[in-house]
């Protein structure tokens, strides 16, 4: 994703957008019941420069109950979340 030309500013965060049409098992989601069921542990693509905590390529934990920027760039759908509605930082392995 290094081909992307948006850079965030101050402590926002650029993620991926979540795939939310399908469950694990495969079963179909209704849109409506999407926003419930968002995923929240994504993987950072950009930071901007007042970001303290996240860097790109970290695995984070976003707060479910955030309501993230959707945006759409010519590379694709992306979701903007603040630096402090990320939960945690989830360590590789």
Same mark, same amino acid.
């Given at each position: 994703?290094?081909? *992307?030309?948006?850079?965030? $500013? =101050? &402590?926002? !965060? /650029?993620? @991926?957008? @979540? &795939?939310?049409?399908? $469950? #694990?098992?495969?079963?179909?989601?209704?849109?409506?019941?999407? =926003?419930?069921? =968002?995923?929240?542990? /994504? %993987? !950072? *693509? %950009? $930071?901007?420069? &007042?970001?303290? !905590?996240?860097? %790109?390529?970290?695995?984070?934990?976003?707060? @479910?109950?955030? &309501?993230?920027?959707? *945006?759409? /760039?010519?590379?694709?759908?992306?979701?903007? !979340?603040?630096?402090?509605?990320?939960?945690?930082?989830?360590? #590789?392995?």
């Amino acid at each position: 994703m290094e081909s *992307i030309k948006f850079n965030p $500013t =101050r &402590d926002w !965060v /650029l993620l @991926p957008f @979540p &795939d939310v049409s399908k $469950t #694990e098992s495969g079963i179909l989601v209704p849109a409506s019941a999407e =926003r419930n069921m =968002r995923k929240n542990i /994504l %993987k !950072v *693509i %950009k $930071t901007g420069p &007042d970001c303290q !905590v996240v860097k %790109k390529g970290d695995m984070v934990m976003v707060h @479910p109950q955030s &309501d993230g920027l959707v *945006i759409d /760039l010519p590379e694709g759908k992306f979701v903007m !979340v603040n630096e402090f509605m990320i939960c945690g930082i989830i360590p #590789e392995n």
